[in-house]
């Protein structure tokens, strides 16, 4: 479980965030939903340690603030939107993954090794082991990172903006893993998503951030039956029906 308590963020005078309070909650799939420039990748690198910020975010009992980067590792790993550069081949850059587990020596022992192997399989990346990371195209990387985060295999993990260069059936085969992280492997899951239908699609928790805080808490349900979405976004709700298939879709 991860608990932000009265997180701010402020840039010299100018607030960026502001009483920022929620639960993640293990098992579950939250959605974050927010306009361009609200300010969800800064939220998330309060996480990691990249953003410095005042109130306090709790790894069940333990203020992060008070964890090594190391020991953070173990328990959080965030998918950034915005991938690096970098100059190793497909298998080493997943390998990475195992970095907080291997001590000093860096080593990986034949466990270390059976897991990025699953973890590159999983996402669909084995293929393209030895291949440098840099030559794939960009949903292909995004796969890469998505194996690496697999193989660090954190209790919690955050990702932003997953499909960004994902076709749809690549889509739907990243929403099916991280289902499959929430619901068969208790992972507490975190989504940052721009597309409004796809991120009701796959909630089961809804946190909307607008004018620098969290405006809506609440299950998808409640999303919808409070229009949460149409009020926030300036949207309108549709349904397409297919069968006895129907979608909800916003524009």
């Known amino acids: ?24 909650t293990p098992g579950r799939i939250t959605v974050l939903l927010g306009s361009n420039g609200a300010g969800k990748s800064t939220l998330l690198r309060c996480v990691n340690g990249m953003q410095t910020y005042t109130g306090r975010i709790f790894l069940q009992d333990t ?37 907080p587990y291997t001590g000093t020596a860096g080593r990986l022992s034949v466990s270390d090794r059976n897991r990025v192997q699953m973890a590159m399989e999983t996402a669909g990346t084995a ?30 993990m955050l990702f932003d903006e997953p499909c960004s260069f994902l076709d749809t ?18 992972k507490t899951v975190l989504l ?8 009701l699609e796959i909630a089961d928790d809804v946190l909307i951030l607008a004018e620098r805080t969290i405006v809506f808490s609440g299950s998808r349900t409640e999303c919808l039956e409070t229009e949460a979405v149409e009020k926030w976004f300036g949207v309108k709700r549709y ?10 879709f916003f524009r």
Do not use: W
């Open 192 to 199: 940052v998503l721009h597309d409004l239908s796809e991120a």
């Open 63 to 99: 203020d992060l603030k008070t964890m090594s980067s190391r020991e953070r590792a173990k328990h959080i790993g965030i998918l950034p939107q915005i991938l690096p550069q970098t100059g190793f081949s497909c298998r080493t850059l997943v390998s990475l993954g195992r970095n």
């Open 169 to 186: 059936a690549a889509r739907g085969q990243v929403f099916s893993i991280l289902r499959d992280l929430a619901y068969c492997h208790g």
């Open 127 to 156: 293929e393209f082991a030895d291949r440098h990371a840099d030559t794939l195209s960009g949903g292909e990387k995004q796969k890469v990172f998505l194996a690496m985060l697999l193989a660090q295999d954190p209790s919690v």
């Open 1 to 24: 479980m991860l608990n932000f308590h009265d997180v701010s963020v402020s840039y010299g005078n100018r607030t960026v965030l502001e009483h920022i309070s929620f639960t993640l």
């Open 239 to 248: 349904f397409c029906t297919n069968g006895t298939d129907s979608r909800i």
